[in-house]
């Protein structure tokens, strides 16, 4: 791959990676703009519909308070007793009814149900009313002294405009008769709602002065909360929940409503949109990595495959040429010895140098047949017990010569009693007889090479170490590459094609075994890593 080839796609990486970050803000941007609206949204119609509610909650329980306090006030005096038990047995909102007078107390047959607020808290409210009254007898607003666990009203039902004489009955009538027997005139009537127990009958009260008798009422509630739950309802926008919840704190606490709380959610609109936005983002996210993954594979696809072709063409012409050269030199050889008057010590020699150049050619060639059984994967394999030290003193007597034309000595370390192991023999011989070829390759002159041999639990480990340069670190990882000669490239000008560690390694590997490239302190290591034959097998002298 040439330089401006590598610049070019680097190039063209950047901007594809500007263009896919630009796109994933782009789009983060308009997810979190769609989300946050959404919310917005969902707030505001939160906060409206709450406000609508209130005030419709507000306006339901004063209206009914109001018109409790106009039916209190609208009996006449005479047959008073009988009039409130008439109006208790059709009035479906109140469960009891009662009578206080000054001095004696809740008249007999008229007092508050057990069940509800005590009896001898119930005159606190209108006691504590005349004695605030008493200390602001020209107030027209009601400020009294506040119960604890009671929310508290007082109503002056003479002369407010919401309390029309019409709506009063015989008000009008009693107070006439009240002032007639010379005794104070001030009609108050109040309300009280218990803060701690939802279920609770709300009081109400009227007194038309401050020492006439008391009349009054215990209101059942659920039937007012049912009404509310139904006329709230509530739509797909938002939903909204009424319920008893005395807890402390004011959020959602109503003032109209004592011990209930008013909760206003998002309803199920809102969670529609907030889910297909976020089915949406996840998808766009999805295709967007997609995107970029796909991207980043064709990229290293193409870059793969560009390497890939390289490498090809450059096999192609590193083939030809040492195919071309033992061909060339037996041509030559050849046409020496075709010369008349050839005295034979050269004719020896020229024939020599045949024998040698094809065995050359023979052992390319096999190597090229090796590589492409292993490309296939169409190479059988059979394994047997193998005598490794023996194929170590076979190997050692072919490669001497070659070894020492290179200046080196081969040294052996292999211990007595050796184990076999469970390979095949021409494979080991194969791979031993590259890893020393390679010695004599790129470590010429460096002195010694060592082959050792021993043996561990599960494996037999033959080492084969040179004194030479070494492999760059930079490059160790690619040494068992296909056409990568000793660390260099096939640009080099290099004997071999870049084959015989990567057949080696295959072959091996077929055979249950392994090479591998091991550290050193100097030169390089190979270990051939080969599983132990059964202790009850033969050794193979084959």
Known sequence: MTALHRHRLVVYWSLFAVAAGAAALAFHHLYATARDEIAAQAQRAVALEQARACERIEAYTEQVRRITVSELAAFHVDGLGHALRRWDGANELVVRIFLWEPGRGFLPGFEPL??????????????????????????????????DGLSTAAYRTLDN????????GY????????????RAVDPWAGWAGNEADPAAPWVFWYQ????????????????????????????GAVRLTLAGAPAAGTDGKLAGLPAHRLSVEPGDAFRAKAGDTRLAGGVGALLLGLFLGAGALLTVLTRRSAREAER??????????????????????????????????KRTRFAGRISDESRRLAALI???????????????VECGPVDV?????????????????????????????????LSERSTIKQALINLLDNSAKYAPGSGAVAVALRADAALLRLTVADRGPGIPPELRARVFEPFV????????????????????????RQTGGDLVLVHSSSGAAFEMRLPLAQPQASVSST
């Open 114 to 147: 057990p069940s509800g607020p005590a009896a001898a808290d119930l005159p606190q409210l209108w006691l504590g009313f005349r004695a605030w009254r008493a200390a602001h007898p020209e107030a027209e607003r009601s400020e009294p002294a506040r119960l």
């Open 161 to 168: 405009p919401v309390f029309p004489d019409t709506a009063l």
């Open 171 to 182: 008000q009008g009538e009693n107070l006439d008769i009240l002032a007639h027997a010379g």
């Open 208 to 235: 038309p002065g401050p020492d006439a008798p008391v009349r009054g009422c215990l209101v059942e509630v659920a039937p007012l909360v049912r009404r509310l739950r139904e006329e709230l309802g509530g739509n």
């Open 312 to 345: 090809r063409i450059s096999f192609v012409a590193q083939v030809s040429h040492e195919l071309r050269t033992p061909l060339t030199s037996i041509r030559m050889f050849a046409d020496l010895l075709s010369a008349p008057g050839l005295d034979e010590a």
């Open 366 to 380: 096999e190597r090229l047949l090796a590589f492409n059984a292993l490309e296939k994967g169409v190479r059988r």
């Open 389 to 421: 030290a023996g194929v170590v003193q076979e190997v050692a007597e072919e490669m001497r010569a070659t070894l020492a034309a290179a200046g080196l000595v081969l040294e052996i370390v292999a211990p007595a009693g050796v184990p076999a192991a």
């Open 485 to 508: 000669q000793g660390g260099r490239t096939l640009t080099d000008k290099s004997p071999g094609v870049g084959l015989g560690l990567s057949i080696a390694r295959g072959l091996l």
